[in-house]
C-alpha cells in the first residue's frame, strides 16, 4: 500500500469551505482549513486524483521539509542539508518559487534564489556536476513558504496552475480564471437540475465550468501534463486507473445550459473552447444584447456571470447597472441571478435589493458576488425595489 503525505490545496480568498468540501467529497482525510489553502493528507493516487479533480485548487503542494530561519544563511544551510537525491539528479533541471509573509525576509525572488542556490551548491559539491534551472518546463517544481519565522519547502505537484484546464484557446480582454468561475457557480449553489444562462459570456468560461459541473466532469482531464509526471515515483498505471475511475463518475444532464454575448467575435472564441472543453452537446452560445432579450419559458432559470467592471471596457456604469436591474426585473421571473462585480458602486444602480453578498476577490481586486431572487409573481418582484 501506498503511504499517506500531508498535502497542501492552494485557492483563492473566500474558497476555502468550497475546496474542504470538494477534497472532503473526493475522500480525503485530516482536512483544516487555512486563508487561501486547505492542507489534507492522502497518498500518492489521491494526489493524482486532486490535480485532476478539484474545482477550486490553483495548486497541489507536497511539503518536504519544515524549519525555523531567522536569516538568509539559516535558509541557506538547511535546505542544503536536505537529501534531494530522493527527488531529482544533476541531470535533471529544476525551479523555484518563493511566498513569504515575514518582517525578516521582504524579497520573495531573493528567497526563490538562494534556494536554488542551496540545492545547486550540494549537487557541485557531491557530484562535481549541477543541475540547470529551467522556468518553463523543469523537471523538479520547489516552493518556499516562509511564515514569519516557519519555513516550508514544498514540492509542486501541479506544474502549471490548475486554473489552466486545457480548453481555452481563445480568450477576450481580461477573461475570468477557471477556477474562479467554477467557486462562482458552486458559491450560487448550481446544481444542474434546471437550466443555465451566462448572459454575458464571453470567452465562455461560465459555461463550460457550469457544464462541467452538472455532468460531474472532472475539470482537469484536458491538462497536457502535471508536474508529478516527471518525479521518480511516476506511477502511468495508477494514473490510468484513477482517470478512468473519474470518467466512470460522469452523469448525464438533462437541461440546457446557454449563452448569449453581443459581440460575434466574442461568441466565436466561446464556441470554440466549448468544444474543445468537450461540452458542446450541453451549451447552446448566440449572438445577442442580454438587455433585449427576454427568459425563454416560465421554468427555474439560474443565471451567473461577470459583467464588465469598467476597468475591461468603457461603459457607463450607472446606465448599464441599472439596465441589469430593470432586463432582471421586467424580463427573467423565476430566476436566481448571480454575478461579480468590483465596482462596489455599481451595484447600489441595479435597483433590486440583493439577497445575497459575498466578498471575494477577482483579480487582486476587492469584489462581491451578489444574488437577486426574481420570483415569478409581479408583486414580489415589485417588493424588491429599494
Known sequence: MEENFKMVAKTLYGFEDLLAAELLK???????????????VGDKGFM?????????????????????????????????????????????????????????????????????????????????????????????????????????????????????RGYKTATNIAPINEVLAAGLIMLSGWDGECDFLDPMCGSGTMLVEAAMIACNMAPNMLVEEFAFERWPDWDL???????????????????????????????????????????????????RDFFKTKKQNDKKLHMVFNPPYGERLDIEM??????????????????????????????????????RKIKLYNAGLESRLVKYEMYAGSKKAKKQLK
Not at 265 to 275: G, I, L
Open 26 to 40: 473526493l475522500g480525503a482525510q485530516n482536512i483544516e482549513k487555512g486563508i487561501r489553502s486547505v492542507s489534507f
Open 48 to 164: 493524482y486524483k486532486a490535480n485532476l479533480g478539484l474545482r477550486t485548487a490553483m495548486k497541489i503542494l507536497k511539503p518536504i521539509h519544515s524549519f525555523k530561519v531567522r536569516n538568509e544563511q539559516d535558509l541557506y544551510d538547511n535546505v542544503y542539508a536536505m537529501n534531494w537525491d530522493a527527488y531529482m539528479d544533476n541531470s535533471k533541471t529544476l525551479a523555484v518559487s518563493a511566498t513569504v509573509h515575514s518582517e525578516l525576509f521582504n524579497h520573495s525572488q531573493f528567497i526563490a534564489l538562494k534556494t536554488k542556490d542551496a540545492i545547486v551548491d550540494k549537487f557541485r559539491d557531491d557530484t562535481g556536476e549541477r543541475p540547470n534551472v529551467d522556468l518553463d518546463l523543469p523537471d523538479l517544481k520547489i516552493n518556499v513558504h516562509i511564515d514569519r519565522n516557519q519555513c516550508t519547502i514544498s514540492l509542486d505537484s501541479s506544474g502549471e496552475s490548475l486554473h489552466k
Open 237 to 287: 498505471d495508477l494514473f490510468e486507473v484513477i482517470e478512468k475511475s473519474m470518467i466512470k463518475k460522469q452523469r448525464e444532464f438533462n437541461h440546457k445550459i446557454i449563452g448569449y454575448d453581443k459581440a460575434p467575435s466574442a461568441v466565436e472564441k466561446a464556441m470554440d473552447n466549448v468544444v474543445n472543453a468537450k461540452v458542446d452537446e450541453y451549451v447552446s452560445i448566440s449572438n
Open 318 to 355: 450607472e446606465t448599464f447597472y441599472a439596465n441589469i436591474g430593470d432586463t432582471l426585473k421586467q424580463s427573467y421571473p423565476n430566476t436566481d441571478a448571480w454575478f461579480i462585480t468590483s465596482n462596489l458602486e455599481a451595484i447600489k444602480h441595479v435597483g433590486l435589493r440583493p439577497s
